[in-house]
Nanobody, 111 residues
Framework: QFRLVESGGGLVQPGGSLRLSCTAS????????VGWYRQSPGKQRERLAH???????DYVSSVKGRFTISRDNAKNTVYLQLNRLTPEDTAVYYC?????WGQGTQVTVLP
């Protein structure tokens, strides 16, 4: 039914940037709260940011000021802008619309 697809991951140098996208299979994404999470090898999945249907945003302290969540309801998409990346940001990044997870997109920051 409701499906999420992430894109935009890749290999970057330290200090580089990426823009991740989460697109829903149905045209009603704008009425839902959406979160971004990540998981790296040997670690638990961690919450990074979320955005409400009204556009209110929240970030964990470790990414505040570097990552920005936004949404374009006309495109049925939520974005996560990643700036000033470090090797510690290497992980699979997932979007989440309760109770649905996307498949994830790999972000690798070179050492």
């Amino acid at each position: 039914q409701f499906r999420l697809v992430e894109s935009g991951g890749g290999l970057v140098q330290p200090g580089g940037s990426l823009r991740l996208s989460c697109t829903a299979s149905e045209s009603s994404l704008g009425i839902y709260e959406v979160g971004w999470y990540r998981q790296s090898p040997g670690k638990q999945r961690e919450r990074l940011a979320h955005i409400t249907s009204g556009g209110v945003t929240d970030y964990v302290s470790s990414v505040k000021g570097r990552f920005t969540i936004s949404r374009d309801n006309a495109k049925n998409t939520v974005y996560l802008q990643l700036n000033r990346l470090t090797p510690e940001d290497t992980a699979v990044y997932y979007c989440y619309v309760r109770p649905i997870w996307g498949q994830g997109t790999q972000v690798t920051v070179l050492p």
